[in-house]
Structure formats: structure tokens, C-alpha cells
């Protein structure tokens, strides 16, 4: 008898709340109908926009956004479709050869956005963003990857930079240092790991993750410059810049710094392993401040944040990759009034972005990490807050290169050629 009325309670208890998300609904598409009726009342005709992006914080923040802007500009409605970032760009390449891109979307600027660019599948926003951005003026190399031949075709919403990430409560148990140099950097490992604590928490399963290492070492022994020229001449590959930095991961694989299943680990595995407090450090990007001073963290407190050891201070890896551009068969291209909508709607994601949710490093002047509230994302601007920096590989390499590079790494993070091999398969 008494299961029975536990169980009645429990019937009534789900049938009450399905009754309450049934009225919120209702209410929700009423509210949209009236809506629609007053515009058409006063004889406005409704102009919509379609936004793509990639799941995770700037879906967040655009749907706010938009949500806002509609309050207060009748006849505008803004729809906003989200794809998980493995199938984003297959889905915005498949909108490109069926014409039937989005107004704004999305997307990584340099050598991706150029692609775009050189097929006219982009809108040239520089004359309208000279008449209706009224925004910040963009922090030094934030215009880089959306400026192509002087003309701009995108707008960048934050920055990123690659950093390592070190648990100060297992530094300070074990006293140890943090390193300065690579010779260090290889010593606190072997230090590690003879306490049985893992000394980084690994991504090896996504190769752009793994390039982070690379990259670093590859600035560890020479310039930005020599970078961007290699991405040229592949022949420039068989330099020591690129060969001792090779020889340099080749090591680091050696001594084996990740935990046991690190092949099988991905960005969220590796950053999720580290705010545990299972591992003493992550090297990833900004961006996984985010998740290290969220709910679920253990080590909100106990994180400081160090340049990759032996790299100098005038270098780094990171970027303004993520931006929002607009399509050029887009209404968007011919009507004013939608152009100041574009140049509103990503003056305040950026602003959102940096301010509200700290999800991103500055991309424009004046904006203001709050220490207090973000100090791990405070801490990551403020140990490169003026260095000359170069977006990931796959953003300056052309596709083909890209696949190449990606291929090679994977082979050496398996063990399955050296470092000899990676540069001459490179420089082929």
C-alpha cells in the first residue's frame, strides 16, 4: 500500500512538472505569434537572419545576444543553428558549394578564411565597418587572419594563446620549481613520475592538440618569420629550427608524460584529468581556463600559468582565429540597416565574451579580463601580453600541408618514425 501511494506521488509529481513545461512553452510561441502580429500590424516586414556557429560558450553568448537585439529592434528576428565542431566544417564547406550559406557565420580566419576569400565567398566588409563599427579600435594583429590584400571580410571575436598550465599544490608537496628551461621542463617530468603522479595530462587523440608541443619548440629555437617562410618552401623544413625542435619532441615522447591511455584522450580527457588534480600540468590553450575555474573543478585556486619553458619571452603561439564573417550572397551585403546589425552583434559577443563568460583573451582596446572573477584567464594575458605570435599551423599551412604535417606528427607521437623521418617527410 505504501509503494503504491510513493508511486501515485511520483506520477503526480511528473505529470505536473510536463504540465508547467507544456504552459512554458505555450506561452513562449504565443509570445512569438503576438509578435509577429504586431509587426505585421504596423506594416513592418520581418528581415531574418541565419547565424551559424560551432557548439560550446560563443553559442551561449549569441543567442543572448540576439534574443536582446530583436527586444529592441522590431522586424528583425535572428535564427541561430549550432553544430558540433567535428561536423562544422564539412557542413560549412557543403553550404559553399550549394550556395546556401548563412548570413554570418563562424569561422577560423588565415589561411582557412582565405580559402573562402579567393572563391568570393565572402562579403568585404571595409567600407562598412569605416561607416557603421563604432566598436573598440582592434588590438594590434587582431585584423591578421580576416585581412587579406588590405581589404578586412570578418571580425574577430577574442584571442587565444598556448599555455602551460601547473598545479601549484603538487609543485609545492613534491618542492619542485617550475621550470624554466627544457632541460628542466624534462627533469620535473622524470620527478613526476618517480612520485607516481602524471606530470601532463594529454589530447594525443586530436593532433592540433599534440602540434601545441611542437609549435612551442619550434619558436624555442628560432623566429615567427622562419615559420611562415617554411609554409612557402617546404625545403626550409631541413633547418636546425625545425629539425632541434623535432629532436626536442622526440625526446619529450621518450619519457612518456602522459598517463597510460593518452592515445585514446582528448582535449576535454586531457583538461578535465588536470581540474581533478590527477595531473601536475596542461599544456593547451587559453580557452581551457574556462573549464579549470568551472563548477566541477578541484583546482580553481591552485593554478598558475607559465610560458612553455625555455621559450622567450618575444615569441608565442595563439592568435584572433575565431571571428564571425559575413556571406556575400547575404542580404547582409546590400542592406545598411542589416550592416549595422552584423557590426552590433559582434561588438557585443566580443565584449560578452571577454567580460561576462571569460571565454578569450582581448581582441580589442579597453576590453577588461575581471581578475577576480576569471583569475586563471587573467593569469594566461598576463604572461604574453605583448609578444609576436603565429596562429596554429593548420592556419598558415595550405590544406595539403596541413594533412601532411598532421599525418607525420601522428606517426612520431606513436612512435613509428623519429624525428629524422618527421623532417623529411615535412620537407618532401
Given at each position: 500500500?505504501?509503494?503504491?501511494?510513493?508511486?501515485?506521488?511520483?506520477?503526480?509529481?511528473?505529470?505536473?512538472?510536463?504540465?508547467?513545461?507544456?504552459?512554458?512553452?505555450?506561452?513562449?510561441?504565443?509570445?512569438?505569434?503576438?509578435?509577429?502580429?504586431?509587426?505585421?500590424?504596423?506594416?513592418?516586414?520581418?528581415?531574418?537572419?541565419?547565424?551559424?556557429?560551432?557548439?560550446?560558450?560563443?553559442?551561449?553568448?549569441?543567442?543572448?545576444?540576439?534574443?536582446?537585439?530583436?527586444?529592441?529592434?522590431?522586424?528583425?528576428?535572428?535564427?541561430?543553428?549550432?553544430?558540433?565542431?567535428?561536423?562544422?566544417?564539412?557542413?560549412?564547406?557543403?553550404?559553399a558549394i550549394t550556395n546556401e550559406l548563412p548570413d554570418i557565420y563562424f569561422f577560423w580566419g588565415y589561411e582557412k578564411l582565405k580559402k573562402y576569400v579567393d572563391l568570393d565567398l565572402v562579403w568585404n566588409i571595409s567600407e562598412a565597418m569605416r561607416k557603421y563599427y563604432d566598436g573598440e579600435p582592434p588590438l594590434p594583429g587582431a585584423m591578421d587572419g580576416v585581412t587579406y590584400d588590405g581589404e578586412i571580410y570578418g571580425m574577430p571575436i577574442n584571442g587565444w594563446s598556448s599555455t602551460l598550465f601547473c598545479n601549484s599544490e603538487l609543485f609545492k608537496k613534491y618542492n619542485l620549481a617550475y621550470p624554466t628551461t627544457y632541460n628542466e621542463f624534462i627533469e620535473i617530468i622524470e620527478k613526476f613520475k618517480e612520485k607516481g603522479v602524471v606530470p601532463i595530462s594529454s589530447s594525443a587523440k586530436e593532433m592540433w592538440m599534440n602540434s601545441l608541443y611542437y609549435m612551442d619548440l619550434v619558436l624555442k629555437e628560432g623566429s615567427v618569420q622562419g615559420v611562415y617562410a617554411a609554409s612557402k618552401d617546404r625545403s626550409l623544413f631541413k633547418t636546425e629550427q625545425f629539425h632541434k625542435a623535432a629532436k626536442n619532441m622526440e625526446r619529450l615522447i621518450a619519457t612518456q608524460p602522459w598517463e597510460d591511455n593518452y592515445l585514446e584522450n582528448d582535449a576535454y580527457d586531457a583538461a578535465y584529468l588536470f581540474t581533478q588534480g590527477k595531473s601536475a600540468m596542461l599544456l593547451s590553450g587559453s580557452w581551457s581556463a574556462s573549464i579549470i575555474e568551472g563548477e566541477e573543478s578541484k583546482v580553481k585556486d591552485k593554478v598558475d600559468v607559465i610560458t612553455f619553458p625555455g621559450l622567450p619571452d618575444s615569441v608565442g603561439v595563439g592568435g584572433y582565429a575565431d571571428a564571425l564573417v559575413v556571406s556575400k550572397q547575404s542580404q547582409i551585403a546590400v542592406d545598411e540597416e542589416l550592416q549595422k546589425l552584423y557590426f552590433d552583434i559582434i561588438k557585443e559577443v566580443s565584449r560578452k565574451a571577454i567580460e561576462t563568460d571569460g571565454i578569450g583573451l582581448p581582441a580589442y582596446e579597453n576590453q577588461i579580463i575581471n581578475q577576480e572573477k576569471f583569475p586563471t584567464l587573467y593569469k594566461c594575458a598576463q604572461v604574453a601580453p605583448t609578444k609576436a605570435i603565429h596562429p596554429a599551423y593548420d592556419q598558415i599551412f595550405d590544406e595539403d600541408l596541413s594533412d601532411v604535417y598532421y599525418d607525420l606528427l601522428e606517426q612520431l607521437m606513436n612512435r613509428k618514425i623519429n624525428a629524422d623521418e618527421f623532417i623529411e617527410g615535412l620537407s618532401q
Open positions: 500500500m505504501g509503494d503504491d501511494k510513493f508511486v501515485s506521488r511520483v506520477i503526480i509529481g511528473i505529470i505536473g512538472a510536463l504540465t508547467a513545461i507544456l504552459g512554458i512553452l505555450l506561452y513562449v510561441m504565443y509570445s512569438d505569434v503576438k509578435k509577429t502580429e504586431n509587426i505585421n500590424a504596423k506594416g513592418l516586414l520581418v528581415k531574418t537572419i541565419k547565424i551559424w556557429t560551432i557548439h560550446g560558450g560563443i553559442e551561449t553568448i549569441l543567442n543572448e545576444v540576439a534574443r536582446e537585439y530583436e527586444s529592441k529592434h522590431e522586424g528583425i528576428k535572428i535564427e541561430i543553428t549550432t553544430f558540433k565542431n567535428e561536423v562544422y566544417q564539412s557542413t560549412i564547406q557543403n553550404a
